[in-house]
């Protein structure tokens, strides 16, 4: 599967963004999907995750509350909707899929080429 997220940009402190995740192929729900991000100088790190079909959803401590992950299995697409955007969220964010649910970035089967947030103070 090929995976292609949009969505980032510049926002200030306490905006809010939504990315998308858009993937090829006949087989989207065979996967759950992932976003993960990367700041400069540190490694990557899981963000949010979802089920095959969107039944369950998980996140990161750091973006609990703030961040949800959804999915259309019909547009093959994954979105992650970030409220309350701080400075630390300021990353490239990268989609991934899996063929089972994992917050490891070893565990990811496919990788998107990133999309740059960058949060303002």
């Known amino acids: 599967v090929q995976l292609q997220a949009s969505g980032g940009g510049l926002v200030q402190a306490g905006g809010s963004l939504r990315l998308s995740c858009a993937a090829s192929?006949?087989?989207?729900?065979?996967?759950?999907m992932g976003w993960f991000r990367q700041a400069p100088g540190k490694e990557r790190e899981f963000v949010a995750g979802?089920?095959?079909?969107?039944?369950?959803?998980y996140y990161a401590d750091s973006v609990k509350g703030r961040f949800t992950i959804s999915r259309d299995n019909a547009k093959n697409t994954v979105y992650l909707q970030m409220n309350s955007l701080k400075p630390e969220d300021t990353a490239v964010y990268y989609c991934?899929?899996?063929?089972?649910?994992?917050?490891?970035?070893?565990?990811?089967?496919?990788w998107g080429k990133g999309t740059q947030v960058t949060v303002s103070s």
């Open positions: 192929g006949r087989t989207f729900s065979s996967y759950a």
């Open positions: 991934a899929a899996s063929y089972t649910p994992s917050s490891s970035t070893s565990r990811m089967d496919y």
């Open positions: 979802i089920y095959w079909s969107g039944g369950s959803t």
